[in-house]
């Protein structure tokens, strides 16, 4: 690709550039950032259990049970959020936190109810919209022990009411609401390749699944993988999740959207996937991941079923939907969550006969980050990251033109770096590269919004803060707020933040020019032809 022309793309765009209710924010999630794991009432969540009983499964064999404590800290976290001008924060509610017990019956936990509706009355105050996610993969280990969570559809009811607990409690001043984090990441990592909990999986080294690392969360398939079917369980997983998406929404749409005049939502999350030659097998390949990851999320809560590729692939492996709950899952939405990284090149890569089949199996698809010699882009502080600007726009463009044409907000985008501990702070703070990125990003999506009319409304960048980072641990920084985990976890901002400020804040001085972005595009397509 052409980085020196990228590395122009957006350098002089300020929030001027984009439609003047635009919403701009960040984003963090309940686990990776709240801390206070016994504290106010709270239970235990899988990922406690997980992190605590079996450190092995994190990168630094650490865990989220002090996190940055953001649940101490969040007066203070506000004040960084004004500083910034953002106008909106995107939270998750710990679900242990609100229902101890997982259900109503076990009783509301009052302090916890004060806690989020501290921090939304702050945010409020400082003219910051929240915007709240209810579930980001933190549920209550009671659940789990129970009846296996989402492998259950015990699980579906009980989500249900904990949403209703959520709308009524704080749905008198939160007017966006997100079911779902990622259910892709969910089920991917819970029961593929076994790096989040319960941990199940294939134990395969098969290529198709050891490459398959196209996500913030993977550190690689977990050979200590155990218990499960990667042909089954990610189908039932994620087959429930939609469920209890819809549940909830139905929920919200009967009983309180109206009186409290919010809107409701789901964050999917995907890779964007580029042919990996001109081939037809390629293409097809490419369209099969997009469909497989993408797909899997946003056909069924748009035609109430799965994408056409997965039902002849997968075949009796994939749940059916009655009729009952494919109405209530069609149209389950006011707006989408997309959550994008980063790009892939995808190749065609046949089953081999005798093959015990699973979700990466059925995909026929290979992916990679490098091909003869040449990068996908820019790297970055994880292994999986590149800096694929142009993936973001081809992402928004497919969705507007295959789903109905949504209003979209980005809820997560964002890079990391390693945290590399011979670093001063001041060292450490400098962080052009992130800096670049959101560049490059914003860039893209104004073009989506002006030449392609994306219904794209806002965007939070990730993360507001460095913070735990799931199978990664502490070894990478997300944040643009530097947090010093060695000496009381105080915050700095880092060079993103100051420069995130001024976007915020400032005009543009000069637009960049749109033959930019339609030469690096000239370029991408000429480097391909060349490699043919």
């Not at 109810?113 to 980001?136: A, C, R």
């Not at 997100?178 to 909990?197: R, V």
């Not at 097998?281 to 490419?286: C, K, V, W």
């Not at 009655?322 to 994008?340: H, R, W």
Request: charged fraction near 25%; include cysteine.
């Amino acid at each position: 690709m052409a980085t020196k022309q990228i590395s122009n793309v957006g350098s002089q765009l300020s929030r001027h550039d984009f439609p003047p209710d635009f919403v701009w924010g960040g984003a963090t999630s309940a686990y990776q950032v709240e801390g206070g794991y016994t504290q106010g009432g709270r239970t235990l969540s899988n990922w406690d259990v997980w992190s605590l009983q079996r450190p092995g499964k994190v990168a630094d064999g650490n865990n989220g049970t002090v996190a940055i404590d953001h649940y101490g800290q969040f007066k203070e976290d506000v004040v960084l959020m004004k500083k910034l001008g953002i106008e909106a924060y995107r939270f998750s509610i710990a679900w242990s936190r609100i229902l101890p017990g997982g259900r109503l019956s076990g009783g509301v936990n009052r302090e916890g109810v004060k806690f989020y509706s501290d921090l939304i009355d702050l945010l409020l105050s400082q003219g910051i919209q929240p915007y709240v996610t209810i579930f980001h993969f933190d549920i209550p280990n009671t659940l789990e022990v129970e009846y296996g969570g989402f492998l259950s559809s015990k699980i579906v009811p009980d989500f249900a009411e904990y949403a209703e607990v959520c709308f009524f409690e704080f749905g008198d001043r939160v007017k966006h609401w997100i079911t779902i984090n990622e259910s892709w990441t969910y089920t991917n990592l819970g029961y593929i390749t076994g790096t989040f909990p319960p941990g199940h999986g294939s134990t395969s080294t098969h290529p198709l699944e050891s490459n398959a690392l196209g996500h913030r969360c993977v550190r690689n398939v977990d050979p200590t993988c155990h218990g499960g079917d990667a042909g089954t369980e990610p189908y039932i997983v994620a087959h429930h999740l939609h469920l209890a998406h819809a549940a909830a929404v139905d929920v919200y749409r009967r009983n309180f959207q109206e009186v409290q005049g919010g809107k409701i939502g789901i964050t999917n999350m995907t890779t964007w996937y580029e042919p990996y030659s001109d081939s037809p097998e390629d293409i097809a390949a490419a369209s099969r991941a997009v469909d497989f990851m993408w797909g899997w999320f946003m056909a069924p809560i748009n035609t109430g079923d799965y994408p056409v590729t997965m039902r002849e692939r997968v075949g009796a492996r994939l749940p059916k939907f009655t009729p009952e709950q494919a109405k209530l899952v069609k149209g389950s939405y006011d707006f989408i969550g997309m959550n994008y990284y980063t790009t892939n090149w995808a190749k065609y890569r046949p089953t081999l006969p005798g093959t015990k089949p699973t979700y990466t199996t059925d995909q026929e698809a290979e992916f990679f980050t490098e091909r003869r010699g040449e990068l996908i882009g820019e790297p970055s502080g994880s292994t999986w990251l590149f800096v694929v600007p142009y993936g973001i726009h081809k992402l928004l463009v497919h969705t507007k033109n295959t789903y109905n044409d949504p209003v979209i907000y980005i809820t997560e985008n964002g890079i990391s770096e390693k945290n590399d501990k011979s670093l001063s702070i001041a060292q450490a703070r400098k962080d052009d590269q992130r800096v670049r990125y959101y560049q490059q990003h914003f860039a893209y999506m104004k073009k989506a919004i002006e030449e392609d009319r994306v219904k794209l409304e806002g965007y939070f960048l990730w993360s507001l803060f460095d913070n735990y980072e799931w199978a990664e641990g502490y070894t990478v920084r997300f944040g643009i707020y530097y947090v010093d985990y060695v000496n009381g976890l105080v915050r700095y901002p880092k060079t993103s933040a100051i420069w995130y400020m001024n976007f915020l804040n400032k005009k543009a001085i000069t637009r960049p020019k749109q033959r930019q972005i339609e030469e690096i595009e000239e370029d991408k397509t000429a480097k391909r032809k060349r490699n043919r």
